[in-house]
């Protein structure tokens, strides 16, 4: 017999931790590995607790919004919760912006805030605000949490909430007094939701119904939006265009989900979208909308919206069906699970009756020639915007992340940047947030440090959010900027030049095409540690690119001085029926190839 002692049976009493220590412990439990915040008083318990983690890294930005928006670029490139922390009053409220960003494009987003002592609240104490009641509009949930023993249980339903079903921002907002008080840590949780239970699986019966439909539609085209990169299916739905052989259009949100070197692929939709794929959805008779949400800038004016089409809409998110476009085939479910059973029944529906789309095509490909995108070289001697964002795109390559801010660049970027794969192509879509690009690449090359991430950024985007460069330079997140300086808030200025008779009302930025240039970004990216170039001369540009590219040991940033009379063309004018993409075809002098 042996003579050492039995073992002792494992301990089944739980760790007695602080609201704070659960905190930590929870986000330890469900994987978390970055996060990104700024410490205050109401959030100072968690934050003392944060100090010693060795699981999970904490980076310290300048500003909140930095925070919200890195956090999105953080899941938007990887698929994985992005999570952001602030502190009570001011620090909750600069969340707001990123945290309605990820509501209106579907970014699983947790939002950690500090509250007042719970035996404060309603009293106007110093840093109070109700930030679970403002944001209940536009988060999937708010959580306001008073005691420590809830800790784990609505950590854990908050990444349930955001990462399942239609993905989303989730607040939980703790009290400072729950965060110091102690309660015993129960993992794992339950997590008791009534009510929520996301549909996954699509019923059968829509779906044979859908694949019969497209087995009998002349005219098909599968219109794509975000959901089919949020639910992972770009490689279903490549095996069923593939399958079908109808042409694909690609959403703002879904570029990138279908290559654009796939011959199938007419390019992105709606008002700044190519003439081949807006009047490919205007003439079809039937559109397969794969989550996306028929919004005002695909659509235009909804009545005049793919007037000859019926629609199967697919989509997780039962209230967008319906909400603009009638459908006569509604499926809810998962994106990926849906692509997969309208592959299985496609093959069975069609043996009998196999489409043929030549005259579709030949249609199709007569636009494409028609109407190749393009543009001409400004003529003050200045850079070319488009040129230079074609070839950070060229040089840069497909594997590399592109943020985008908002406005004229944006869609140069989404226009001349062939986008391969999904998850590579950042931008605030529904919301329009400027100050988006350079956080959100901060938060998506800290998850993804071994891809180059460039932000693609207007000169007026910049000037919200460039504080964060001192957080990449401190924290060795060395992204690539890209200044598309046109010395104005550029798409104002194309509306104004357009609908407002050339009067350019408070758009002028100063940044650089006169004698004044306030701020001179080189001089300022230099005060923020960065490798500052500034590029005024064409045969400059490529090398700038490769030399950003190939210093990693610090962000770079590049201040292309681009010509303020450049236009994003093609254009549907907003109000008007996407026929009116006319209206491009007569005003705009770009329609000829470089």
Request: aromatic share 6%.
């Amino acid at each position: 017999m042996s003579s050492e002692p039995a073992p002792r049976p494992k301990s089944t009493t739980p760790d007695i931790l602080t609201g704070s220590g659960a905190i930590l412990r929870s986000l330890e439990k469900l994987g978390v590995k970055d996060v990104f915040g700024l410490p205050g008083g109401a959030i100072m318990p968690f934050y003392d607790e944060l100090m010693a983690s060795t699981a999970i890294r904490h980076i310290l930005v300048r500003h909140e919004q930095g925070a919200g928006h890195a956090a999105e670029g953080y899941a938007s490139s990887s698929g994985k919760l992005g999570v952001c922390i602030a502190t009570s009053g001011p620090g909750a409220t600069n969340l707001v912006t990123a945290i309605a960003d990820a509501h209106m494009d579907s970014v699983p987003m947790l939002a950690i805030t500090g509250q007042v002592f719970s035996t404060s609240m309603g009293t106007d104490a110093f840093q109070e605000v109700d930030i679970s009641g403002i944001t209940m509009p536009i988060t999937k949930h708010s959580f306001l949490v008073t005691k420590p023993e809830d800790i784990p249980a609505t950590i854990a339903a908050a990444y349930h909430i955001a990462t399942t079903g239609r993905p989303g921002p989730v607040l939980v907002d703790v009290t400072k007094d729950c965060q110091q008080a102690s309660a015993p840590f129960i993992w794992p949780p339950k997590v008791d939701l009534p009510g929520y239970r996301p549909v996954m699986k699509a019923h059968g019966k829509q779906v044979q119904a859908a694949a019969q439909m497209l087995a009998e539609a002349e005219r098909p085209v599968f219109y794509v939006g975000g959901g089919v990169v949020r639910s992972g299916a770009s490689a279903e739905l490549l095996e069923l265009a593939t399958l079908v052989g109808a042409p694909i259009v690609t959403t703002l949100m879904a570029r990138g989900a279908f290559p654009d070197s796939n011959e199938l692929n007419l390019g992105m939709p709606g008002m700044h979208g190519s003439v081949p794929a807006v009047l490919a959805i205007q003439e079809s008779d039937l559109l397969i909308s794969l989550g996306a949400r028929f919004d005002d800038r695909v659509t235009g004016k909804p009545s005049e919206f793919a007037p000859l089409a019926k629609v199967i809409h697919v989509d997780i998110d039962p209230a967008e069906i319906g909400k603009i476009r009638a459908a006569e085939v509604p499926i809810v479910g998962d994106a990926k699970d849906v692509i997969i059973d309208l592959t299985a029944a496609f093959t069975d529906a069609s043996v009998s009756t196999k489409p043929d789309y030549t005259a579709w095509w030949e249609r199709l490909n007569s636009l494409r020639n028609q109407f190749p995108l393009g543009f001409t070289e400004p003529d003050d001697g200045l850079l070319s915007p488009q040129y230079v964002i074609q070839r950070i795109g060229e040089i840069t390559g497909p594997e590399g992340i592109f943020a985008a801010g908002v406005g004229q660049h944006q869609m140069w970027s989404a226009q001349f940047i062939k986008h391969e794969r999904p998850n590579s192509w950042l931008n605030s879509g529904g919301a329009g947030t400027m100050g988006y690009g350079v956080p959100a690449a901060m938060g998506a090359k800290v998850a993804n440090p071994d891809r180059p991430v460039w932000a693609i950024d207007g000169d007026g985007c910049f000037q919200m959010t460039n504080q964060e460069l001192a957080t990449c330079t401190i924290n060795k997140i060395p992204i690539k900027v890209a200044i598309i300086n046109n010395s104005s808030l550029g798409m104002v200025r194309q509306w104004q030049t357009l609908f407002y008779d050339g009067r350019h009302s408070f758009t002028d930025l100063n940044t650089g095409h006169d004698t004044v240039m306030i701020p001179d970004f080189v001089k300022l990216a230099d005060a923020y540690g960065c490798l500052a170039i500034r590029v005024t001369k064409k045969e400059e540009i490529d090398a700038a690119i490769q030399l950003a590219l190939d210093t990693n040991d610090r962000p770079v940033v590049i201040d292309f001085v681009v010509s303020r009379d450049a236009m994003v063309w093609p254009m549907v004018p907003q109000g008007v029926g996407n026929s009116s993409v006319q209206y491009a075809r007569d005003h705009a002098p770009e329609w000829e190839e470089e």
